[in-house]
């Protein structure tokens, strides 16, 4: 009988040296004695199993691996009279904070662009030209301006970005701690107008029909500025982030491991206990306006920094809303917007726009009730369907 021990056929030599298939061997031995081609067939079987085995431990190592190379970094800079924060989930430090510099730098030039501040924003510029002639303008200057009058013509002019004068006088109030009398809210409401903004898109410049008026990019600019940051990360290879700018969050792909990122809404109601809600958003916005932080209050009213257009009073009560939207700037925009809209007219809206939904929290008669769009997350408004 030949010593088939010494001669392992092909395919099987390798399992020899492994201890504990060691009877594999003696099986494929064996086997090499009954038929050739059998045995053939089995080595190669034995062949195809071991690099079944193989690849599978491959692809299962491969995401251990992208997880263990994954950290998690935070940065945070005072941007556009707030903080604007990034996180993201990165191989390297180099790469992390690569990443964060460059999104910060793409905020500093929006800064540069919209600020109302900087006398030398390209904002400010077309303020003071543009009322005289077409004002040739930045691409980003077109969006903001371009989503704006967007918002005003969903909204019915509820938010309208040529605010500025009743911003103004608002602001004075406030500072001042009384109210504006009715000649003043008249004389800036008739500079109020965003049918008088003029947009040219094949010549990118924005006309203002009427001298004196002033753009207010303090409802969408921060939304606008998120959307940009995120995008630059993307393009640096970053997916996994989430950017905060003040109160505008817009995320990317999860955390590794997670379903997404867990964002914490403030609503108008906590200061009645009630307890804030937590999002889980990936590839998402969410943005909450509301009179939490600037108010006047006068003879035990409450006035938000928030103005009706068509009154040129600022809103008046307790309020919060929330908006979920694919892109900052578009919840950023309608946040506002719908805090100025009725409760049903926004509900309206927001059905009408695939991937928005909302939550308004407001307070009625002596009572805090929510009302909810279709898609908002159930976790969050605790209504029934039906009640929605
Ligand atoms: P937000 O916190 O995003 O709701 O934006 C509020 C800011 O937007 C205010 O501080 C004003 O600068 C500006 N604003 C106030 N009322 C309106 C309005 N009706 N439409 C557009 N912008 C507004
Ligand atoms: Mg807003």
């Given at each position: 009988?030949?010593?088939?021990t010494?001669?392992?056929?092909?395919g099987?030599?390798?399992?020899?040296?492994?201890?504990?298939?060691?009877?594999?061997?003696?099986?494929?031995?064996?086997?090499?004695r009954?038929?050739?081609?059998?045995?053939?067939?089995?080595?190669?079987?034995?062949?195809?199993?071991l690099?079944?085995?193989?690849?599978?431990?491959?692809?299962?190592?491969?995401?251990?691996?992208?997880?263990?190379?994954?950290?998690?970094?935070?940065?945070?800079?005072?941007?556009?009279?707030?903080?604007?924060?990034?996180?993201?989930?990165?191989?390297?430090?180099?790469?992390?904070?690569?990443?964060?510099?460059?999104?910060?730098?793409?905020?500093?030039?929006?800064?540069?662009?919209?600020?109302?501040?900087?006398?030398?924003?390209?904002?400010?510029?077309?303020?003071?030209?543009?009322?005289a002639?077409?004002?040739?303008?930045s691409?980003?200057?077109?969006?903001?301006?371009?989503?704006?009058?967007?918002?005003?013509?969903?909204?019915?002019?509820?938010?309208?970005?040529?605010?500025?004068?009743?911003?103004?006088?608002?602001?004075?109030?406030?500072?001042?701690?009384?109210?504006?009398?009715?000649?003043?809210?008249?004389?800036?409401?008739?500079?109020?107008?965003?049918?008088?903004?003029?947009?040219?898109?094949?010549?990118?410049?924005?006309?203002?029909?009427?001298?004196?008026?002033?753009?207010?990019?303090?409802?969408?600019?921060?939304?606008?500025?998120a959307?940009?940051?995120?995008?630059?990360l993307?393009?640096?290879?970053?997916?996994?982030?989430?950017?905060?700018?003040?109160?505008?969050?817009?995320?990317?792909?999860?955390?590794?491991?997670?379903?997404?990122?867990?964002?914490?809404?403030?609503?108008?109601?906590?200061d009645?206990?009630?307890?804030?809600?937590?999002?889980?958003?990936?590839?998402?916005a969410?943005?909450?306006?509301?009179?939490?932080?600037?108010?006047?209050?006068?003879?035990?009213?409450?006035?938000?920094?928030?103005?009706?257009?068509?009154?040129?009073?600022?809103?008046?009560?307790?309020?919060s809303?929330?908006?979920?939207?694919?892109?900052?700037?578009?919840?950023?925009?309608?946040?506002?917007?719908?805090?100025?809209?009725?409760?049903?007219?926004g509900?309206?809206?927001?059905?009408?726009?695939?991937?928005?939904?909302?939550?308004?929290?407001?307070?009625?008669?002596?009572?805090?009730?929510?009302?909810?769009?279709?898609?908002?997350?159930?976790?969050?408004?605790?209504?029934?369907?039906?009640?929605?």
């Amino acid at each position: 009988m030949p010593d088939t021990t010494r001669r392992p056929f092909r395919g099987c030599s390798r399992v020899q040296l492994h201890p504990s298939r060691v009877e594999v061997f003696s099986n494929c031995s064996v086997i090499s004695r009954v038929g050739r081609v059998a045995a053939r067939l089995r080595s190669w079987a034995c062949l195809f199993f071991l690099a079944l085995g193989l690849c599978i431990l491959m692809v299962s190592s491969r995401p251990v691996a992208a997880k263990a190379s994954a950290q998690h970094f935070q940065y945070s800079l005072p941007r556009m009279g707030t903080i604007f924060r990034i996180e993201m989930y990165a191989g390297s430090d180099v790469e992390a904070s690569r990443a964060a510099e460059a999104a910060f730098s793409r905020a500093e030039e929006l800064e540069q662009i919209m600020s109302d501040y900087r006398a030398d924003s390209e904002l400010m510029r077309l303020m003071r030209d543009g009322a005289a002639a077409p004002v040739p303008v930045s691409s980003d200057l077109y969006s903001v301006l371009a989503k704006s009058l967007w918002t005003s013509k969903l909204s019915r002019g509820a938010f309208d970005v040529s605010i500025g004068p009743l911003v103004d006088l608002w602001r004075s109030a406030r500072k001042a701690g009384r109210l504006p009398d009715a000649g003043e809210i008249a004389k800036a409401k008739a500079l109020v107008d965003y049918r008088n903004i003029e947009l040219d898109p094949v010549q990118h410049t924005v006309f203002l029909k009427r001298a004196g008026m002033k753009l207010d990019l303090g409802a969408i600019g921060k939304g606008y500025a998120a959307d940009q940051m995120l995008a630059v990360l993307q393009s640096q290879g970053i997916q996994r982030a989430l950017v905060v700018a003040g109160g505008e969050v817009v995320t990317g792909e999860p955390p590794p491991g997670s379903s997404g990122w867990k964002v914490r809404i403030d609503t108008a109601d906590s200061d009645a206990g009630v307890a804030p809600c937590t999002l889980l958003l990936t590839g998402h916005a969410v943005s909450t306006s509301g009179d939490e932080h600037q108010f006047l209050e006068v003879n035990g009213h409450r006035y938000s920094h928030i103005i009706n257009p068509r009154t040129g009073w600022a809103l008046e009560g307790r309020s919060s809303t929330t908006v979920i939207a694919r892109d900052s700037t578009t919840a950023d925009a309608l946040a506002t917007a719908f805090s100025t809209m009725s409760v049903s007219d926004g509900i309206r809206v927001a059905q009408s726009l695939p991937g928005v939904s909302a939550l308004w929290v407001r307070r009625v008669g002596g009572e805090w009730k929510r009302y909810a769009s279709r898609g908002f997350p159930a976790s969050c408004h605790g209504l029934s369907e039906r009640s929605q």
